[in-house]
C-alpha cells in the first residue's frame, strides 16, 4: 500500500521560491502516477502537475507553465514540486496523490493522498 508525505510548505514572498517533497513508502516504480494538487479557501482541490514515474513524463496546469517544475528521486522514493516566481494566487495546500497507471486532472481519480501542506505567498 503506497502512502504519501509532504513537507516543504511555508510563507514566502511574492516572486520567491519553494520545493515541496513527497516521499512515497511502496513501491510507485513503473505503474503509478504522482500528482500535485492544491486547494485554496474556499476553492475547488486544482491539479497543477503530474508525472508518470516509469517515464517521467509530466504535465502542468497552464496556470503554472513555466514556473512549476515536477521531478523525481528514484532512489530516495521522492517526487519534488518546485515553485518558482511565486505569486499571491499560489496560496493554498499542496497534495501530492498517486494513482497507477495513467495520469489524470481528475481528483476522484487519485485514491492515494498525503496529508497536505501549507504555502503562503504574500504580496
Known amino acids: 500500500q503506497v502512502q504519501l508525505v509532504e513537507s516543504g510548505g511555508g510563507s514566502v514572498q511574492a516572486g520567491g521560491s519553494l520545493r515541496l517533497s513527497c516521499a512515497a513508502s511502496?513501491?510507485?516504480?513503473?505503474?503509478?502516477?504522482i500528482a500535485w494538487f492544491r486547494q485554496a479557501p474556499g476553492k475547488e482541490r486544482e491539479g497543477v502537475a503530474t508525472?508518470?514515474?516509469?517515464?517521467?513524463?509530466?504535465d502542468y496546469a497552464d496556470s503554472v507553465k513555466g514556473r512549476f517544475t515536477i521531478s523525481q528521486d528514484n532512489a530516495k522514493n521522492t517526487l519534488y514540486l518546485q515553485m518558482n516566481s511565486l505569486k499571491p494566487e499560489d496560496t493554498a495546500v499542496y497534495h501530492c496523490?498517486?494513482?497507477?497507471?495513467?495520469?489524470?486532472?481528475?481528483?476522484?481519480?487519485?485514491?492515494?493522498w498525503g496529508q497536505g501542506t501549507q504555502v503562503t505567498v504574500s504580496s
Open positions: 496523490a498517486a494513482r497507477p497507471y495513467f495520469c489524470s486532472w481528475s481528483v476522484s481519480a487519485y485514491s492515494v
Open positions: 511502496g513501491d510507485i516504480h513503473n505503474r503509478y502516477c
Open positions: 508525472i508518470y514515474i516509469r517515464s517521467s513524463s509530466t
